[in-house]
């Protein structure tokens, strides 16, 4: 079986390539972008970059990019020059699914403030329409819960809360996350303005016409792919 591994670092390292001194960079969550984050704190220890400030999207990307010796403020109204993340499903045209690490909330509340968005994953992650592998995650609030889901599946129909163990999976904002299942052929633009309507949905995992590029790593070497 081909170990993942070896090829999201290289992906992640091409990303954070693109870092340059000065930057406020997005920081994203997951096990790929753990590496990028690395990456970005072994070339600040070596002196290659200064002035960097990074905006985590999860409490453990925070303390991860605290651990490597990078200065970690809050998001406020200020742009990013650029963010560095994880996905888990990339469409032709940079269409993404994200949210299975549980940071959807805060990664679109980041992401959408950066001037580029550099995607990083492995070639398992390029799909041809959005839905074909992964679920999508829809993040709810917890008061009310039972009736939310309700009205999702009267949306989409095929899914379940996210429970690991005897309790549900609850996110760095306090909610839960449902896990939809699409419908193949879905209208996914149609399909996010309807879920963002719905009554007890805090966010969804669609990143729709964010991505800039996607360093995509396969054992013939890292794609880079542009929108």
Same mark, same amino acid.
């Given at each position: ?6 090829l999201k670092k290289e992906?992640?390292?091409?990303a954070?390539a693109?870092?340059?001194s ?9 096990s790929?972008a753990k590496?990028?984050?690395?990456e970005i704190?072994?070339?600040v220890?070596s002196?290659?970059?200064?002035? /960097? ?7 453990a990307s925070?303390?991860l990019a ?5 200065t ?10 650029i963010?560095?993340d994880?996905a888990?499903?990339?469409a032709?045209n ?14 679109k509340l980041t992401?959408v403030?950066a001037?580029r968005?550099? /995607? ?6 390029i799909v041809g329409?959005?839905?074909e592998k992964?679920p999508l995650?829809?993040?709810?609030a917890?008061?009310?819960?039972l009736s939310?889901i309700?009205r999702?599946?009267q /949306?989409v129909?095929?899914?379940r809360?996210r429970?690991?163990g005897?309790?549900?999976y609850? @996110?760095?904002?306090?909610?839960y ?7 193949p052929?879905s209208?996914i633009a ?10 007890g ?9 964010m991505a800039e590029r996607?360093?995509?790593a396969?054992p ?5 792919? @542009?929108?």
């Amino acid at each position: 079986m081909l170990d993942l591994e070896p090829l999201k670092k290289e992906a992640a390292l091409r990303a954070a390539a693109l870092i340059e001194s000065g930057m406020r960079v997005g920081l994203g969550t997951g096990s790929t972008a753990k590496y990028a984050i690395e990456e970005i704190g072994r070339r600040v220890r070596s002196g290659e970059l200064s002035g /960097i400030v990074g905006v985590a999207t999860s409490e453990a990307s925070d303390a991860l990019a605290r651990e490597v010796g990078l200065t970690v403020e809050p998001l406020d109204p200020r742009p990013l020059d650029i963010a560095i993340d994880g996905a888990d499903e990339i469409a032709p045209n940079l269409d993404l699914i994200k949210g299975l690490g549980g940071a959807l909330l805060r990664e679109k509340l980041t992401e959408v403030q950066a001037r580029r968005l550099i /995607i990083i994953a492995d070639h398992s992650k390029i799909v041809g329409q959005i839905g074909e592998k992964a679920p999508l995650p829809i993040e709810i609030a917890r008061f009310g819960f039972l009736s939310t889901i309700e009205r999702l599946r009267q /949306i989409v129909p095929g899914g379940r809360l996210r429970q690991p163990g005897a309790q549900p999976y609850v @996110t760095d904002n306090g909610n839960y996350i449902y896990d939809a299942q699409l419908r193949p052929g879905s209208d996914i633009a149609a399909l996010e303005r309807e879920l963002k309507g719905t009554l007890g949905v805090v966010e969804t995992g669609l990143f729709l016409g964010m991505a800039e590029r996607a360093f995509v790593a396969s054992p013939d070497g890292v794609q880079e792919l @542009t929108r």
